[in-house]
């Protein structure tokens, strides 16, 4: 079944004959051009690739405008980062989610997949990299490749992706090219599995300013160092990608087969799932059916079709072999799952995911705070949003303990604080454990995760990392100084041992260096270090927190709270001084007298309390803590909130742990 191209030059011909202005010449085109129906050769299905912040969606902002599927004078013409549309994604400044959108060029219709580029989400790129033809990957200048920029690289060369590789950020101080692409060089030599994948086209951009060159071009310097570039473009781009990117294989003459790679929900038409057609063609009202991994089927019809056209959906009647649609006409669809024509069911592999590394337990709300701010607070109602999560989120599971207790499991902290904020955002309060790692059994013994750990930091700075890695029994790989005094350290540590490193150095290096990670390997279990933090201190009383009481409060350890918050007893307050746990009284009032105050003593100079934030409150609380959370606070507590409950919780442990020595056990 083939459809006809429409060619430009008709179209001018056409809007020439009825006089308009060829100013308006683009802007009809995009629009007739959005309603065609293209034939399979040509589509032209990438992915953008890369590791965290080396300029994926701001390289995706560029397509979008320069094509014009945006207006001059509609707002996301003036937007960056179009793509991260949620308000988690630009408020921390990275993609979470898988994205795709498309672009007209000439006459081919480039359908594009913005991934994320941090290794806790890289569930996501392995999730929708069977969409794609091809890749982009980006690197930057500066940093060259990194832990993430080798994990998406493999996925890809390892679907048999042709690769356009794009040197970005070439305008930045310290960009170092030649470094970058030699580096590049290096890592399609150790990944390729075949000669023609190191056979790969090289582009320079400045992403920001929507510029690609085809070669290194010559730029000028000023007195403060910065750099100047020829004017361009994102042309080079676009022809490189029509040129070198294959279109979809196209068998549109047999029975329509596609996996689903994403799903979506419409107030209208509820579910959408998403997929590449990979064989036969789409048409409204076909008869389907849906295959799952586990077997299962369902049965249904197709009553709507989209295509991506910008940011917003298009209907169609139909759509080609190879095209990227979302349809809805299934009550249930599942990620991973086939979707065939009821005459020819044949299942297609399942998507590979790598196993999560962490878990956390999240169960219903239960301090003496508990109801007050939210509007989910039933196991039920967690469980149910728990259950929708997981029909998404390809790389989390879901372990339900008894009729409460609910165990999420994830790709790392971040991962898993994302979930958590996203809940509470949508009005659901509970309350989480510590995140503690997963074992794993190999060959009759128990394994841990272990993984690479990369940092840069100042010169200044390097005691701090050593002393911090060497608490934590980090084996040190290699360490290079730069001509820039910049440290670079690579180290292997265990997941367990990793666990609050991030906010630890970032608090001794001023916020300088710059931490990833990657997964290495499953090792067998090493040693772990000792809990590094103080002990802390633990409320007493229940009531409002007074200043008089918080002045010598605060000479104990640093607070978590302030004068006028509401507080019960087993809630954390603050950090001890010493290593210990500490009980104090943080609602006692000014005794009352008939004395005249004088105004020196009223006048409490209290020091800014800590504030706890997710990421701070996850890797601070410990195995016999918890963290509350609420639409609108994060509280820190202990899981027996009176010293008497906590008393027996730790004589029933030394009981366990004397049985077991006696046992043997340990």
Same mark, same amino acid.
């Given at each position: 079944?083939?459809?006809?191209?429409? +060619?430009?030059?008709?179209?001018?011909?056409?809007?020439?004959? &009825?006089?308009?202005?060829?100013?308006?010449? =683009?802007?009809?085109?995009?629009?007739?051009?959005?309603?065609?129906?293209?034939?399979?050769?040509?589509?032209?299905?990438?992915?953008?690739?890369?590791?965290?912040?080396?300029?994926?969606?701001?390289?995706?902002?560029?397509?979008?405008?320069?094509?014009?599927?945006?207006?001059?004078?509609?707002?996301? &013409?003036?937007?960056?980062?179009?793509?991260?549309?949620?308000?988690?994604?630009?408020?921390?400044?990275?993609?979470?989610?898988?994205?795709?959108? %498309?672009?007209?060029?000439?006459?081919?219709?480039?359908?594009?997949?913005?991934?994320?580029?941090?290794?806790?989400?890289?569930?996501?790129?392995?999730?929708?990299?069977?969409?794609?033809?091809?890749?982009?990957?980006?690197?930057?200048?500066?940093?060259?490749?990194?832990?993430?920029?080798?994990?998406?690289?493999?996925?890809?060369?390892?679907?048999?992706?042709?690769?356009?590789?794009?040197?970005?950020?070439?305008?930045?101080?310290?960009?170092?090219?030649?470094?970058?692409?030699?580096?590049?060089?290096?890592?399609?030599?150790?990944?390729?599995?075949?000669?023609?994948?190191?056979?790969?086209?090289?582009?320079?951009?400045?992403?920001?300013?929507?510029?690609?060159?085809?070669?290194?071009?010559?730029?000028?310097?000023?007195?403060?160092?910065?750099?100047?570039?020829?004017?361009?473009?994102?042309?080079?781009?676009?022809? $490189?990608?029509?040129?070198?990117?294959?279109?979809?294989?196209?068998?549109? @003459?047999?029975?329509?087969?596609?996996?689903?790679?994403?799903?979506?929900?419409?107030?209208?038409?509820?579910?959408?799932?998403?997929?590449?057609?990979?064989?036969?063609?789409?048409?409204?009202?076909?008869?389907?059916?849906? =295959?799952?991994?586990?077997?299962?089927? /369902?049965?249904?019809?197709?009553? +709507?079709?989209?295509?991506? +056209?910008?940011?917003?959906?298009? %209907?169609?009647?139909?759509?080609?072999?190879? /095209?990227?649609?979302?349809?809805?006409?299934?009550?249930?669809?599942?990620?991973?799952?086939?979707?065939?024509?009821? *005459?020819?069911?044949?299942?297609?592999?399942?998507?590979?995911?790598?196993?999560?590394?962490?878990?956390?337990?999240?169960?219903?709300?239960?301090?003496?705070?508990?109801?007050?701010?939210?509007?989910?607070?039933?196991?039920?109602?967690?469980?149910?949003?728990?259950?929708?999560?997981?029909?998404?989120?390809?790389?989390?599971?879901?372990?339900?303990?008894?009729? *409460?207790?609910?165990?999420?499991?994830?790709?790392?902290?971040?991962?898993?604080?994302?979930?958590?904020?996203?809940?509470?955002?949508?009005?659901?309060?509970?309350?989480?454990? $510590?995140?503690?790692?997963?074992?794993?059994?190999?060959?009759?013994?128990?394994?841990? #995760?272990?993984?690479?750990?990369?940092?840069?930091?100042?010169?200044?700075?390097?005691?701090?990392?050593?002393?911090?890695?060497?608490?934590?029994?980090?084996?040190?790989?290699?360490?290079?100084?730069?001509?820039?005094?910049?440290?670079?350290?690579?180290?292997?540590?265990?997941?367990?041992?990793?666990?609050?490193?991030? *906010?630890?150095?970032?608090?001794?290096?001023?916020?300088?260096?710059?931490?990833?990670?990657?997964?290495?390997?499953?090792?067998?279990?090493?040693?772990?270090?000792? +809990?590094?933090?103080?002990?802390?201190?633990?409320?007493?009383?229940?009531?409002?927190?007074?200043?008089?009481?918080?002045?010598?409060?605060?000479?104990?350890?640093?607070?978590?709270?302030?004068?006028?918050?509401?507080?019960?007893?087993?809630?954390?307050?603050?950090?001890? $001084?010493?290593?210990?746990?500490?009980?104090?009284?943080?609602?006692?009032?000014?005794?009352?007298?008939?004395?005249?105050?004088?105004?020196?003593?009223?006048?409490? #100079?209290?020091?800014?309390?800590?504030?706890?934030?997710?990421?701070?409150?996850?890797?601070?609380?410990?195995?016999?803590?918890?963290? @509350?959370?609420?639409?609108?606070?994060?509280?820190?507590?202990?899981?027996?909130?009176?010293?008497?409950?906590?008393?027996?919780?730790?004589?029933?442990?030394?009981?366990?742990?004397?049985?077991?020595?006696?046992?043997?056990?340990?």
């Amino acid at each position: 079944m083939e459809y006809p191209i429409v +060619k430009v030059v008709l179209v001018k011909t056409i809007l020439s004959v &009825f006089s308009i202005p060829k100013t308006s010449y =683009i802007y009809v085109i995009t629009d007739i051009i959005e309603f065609m129906q293209f034939q399979t050769d040509k589509i032209r299905n990438i992915a953008i690739i890369a590791h965290v912040d080396h300029g994926k969606t701001t390289l995706v902002d560029a397509f979008l405008k320069q094509t014009k599927t945006f207006r001059e004078n509609e707002v996301a &013409f003036s937007q960056t980062t179009i793509m991260d549309s949620n308000d988690l994604e630009r408020e921390r400044g990275i993609t979470i989610l898988a994205k795709n959108t %498309s672009v007209f060029f000439k006459d081919y219709k480039i359908n594009i997949i913005d991934t994320p580029g941090h290794s806790d989400f890289g569930g996501e790129v392995e999730r929708v990299l069977n969409m794609a033809d091809g890749a982009i990957l980006v690197v930057d200048a500066q940093e060259g490749t990194m832990p993430q920029t080798r994990f998406v690289l493999k996925n890809a060369l390892d679907l048999g992706l042709k690769i356009i590789v794009v040197i970005n950020k070439i305008d930045k101080r310290f960009a170092d090219v030649k470094r970058a692409t030699d580096k590049i060089h290096d890592l399609f030599l150790d990944l390729a599995t075949d000669d023609d994948q190191l056979n790969f086209p090289v582009l320079y951009a400045i992403a920001r300013d929507g510029k690609v060159f085809l070669e290194m071009p010559e730029c000028t310097e000023d007195p403060n160092g910065d750099k100047h570039f020829p004017d361009g473009d994102i042309k080079p781009l676009l022809e $490189k990608v029509i040129e070198f990117i294959p279109s979809p294989s196209n068998q549109s @003459e047999g029975t329509l087969q596609m996996q689903i790679t994403n799903l979506e929900y419409d107030t209208h038409l509820g579910n959408l799932f998403l997929g590449k057609v990979i064989r036969g063609v789409v048409k409204l009202g076909q008869g389907i059916t849906m =295959i799952g991994v586990d077997g299962s089927k /369902e049965i249904g019809r197709i009553s +709507k079709i989209y295509l991506s +056209k910008g940011l917003a959906r298009e %209907s169609v009647e139909d759509a080609v072999c190879g /095209e990227i649609v979302s349809i809805s006409g299934l009550k249930n669809p599942k990620v991973g799952s086939t979707v065939c024509e009821s *005459s020819n069911i044949e299942v297609l592999p399942d998507i590979k995911i790598s196993e999560p590394s962490l878990k956390i337990k999240i169960e219903p709300n239960t301090s003496p705070l508990a109801g007050r701010d939210g509007k989910f607070v039933t196991s039920r109602q967690i469980l149910e949003r728990l259950n929708k999560e997981m029909l998404t989120n390809v790389a989390m599971k879901l372990e339900v303990k008894g009729e *409460s207790e609910f165990i999420v499991s994830g790709r790392g902290e971040l991962h898993l604080g994302i979930l958590i904020e996203k809940l509470r955002r949508e009005g659901y309060e509970f309350q989480v454990s $510590k995140p503690e790692v997963i074992y794993k059994e190999i060959d009759g013994k128990v394994h841990e #995760p272990e993984e690479k750990v990369y940092i840069d930091v100042p010169n200044e700075f390097t005691g701090a990392i050593t002393t911090e890695l060497a608490t934590r029994s980090a084996e040190l790989q290699s360490m290079e100084l730069d001509d820039k005094n910049i440290y670079h350290f690579e180290y292997l540590v265990t997941t367990e041992n990793l666990l609050g490193l991030r *906010s630890a150095l970032l608090t001794n290096t001023k916020g300088t260096a710059v931490i990833n990670t990657f997964f290495n390997s499953y090792v067998p279990v090493k040693v772990h270090s000792k +809990k590094t933090r103080k002990g802390v201190l633990i409320s007493s009383e229940s009531g409002k927190a007074f200043d008089y009481a918080l002045e010598f409060t605060q000479e104990r350890g640093a607070l978590f709270i302030k004068g006028q918050d509401e507080i019960y007893e087993g809630m954390i307050v603050g950090i001890n $001084k010493f290593d210990q746990d500490m009980e104090v009284n943080p609602c006692k009032e000014r005794h009352k007298t008939g004395v005249r105050i004088s105004h020196i003593d009223i006048d409490v #100079p209290l020091i800014t309390p800590i504030e706890v934030n997710l990421d701070f409150a996850l890797t601070f609380i410990e195995k016999d803590e918890l963290l @509350e959370v609420t639409p609108t606070a994060l509280r820190l507590r202990k899981k027996y909130l009176t010293k008497t409950q906590r008393d027996v919780s730790k004589r029933g442990s030394k009981t366990i742990i004397a049985q077991q020595i006696l046992e043997g056990k340990q």
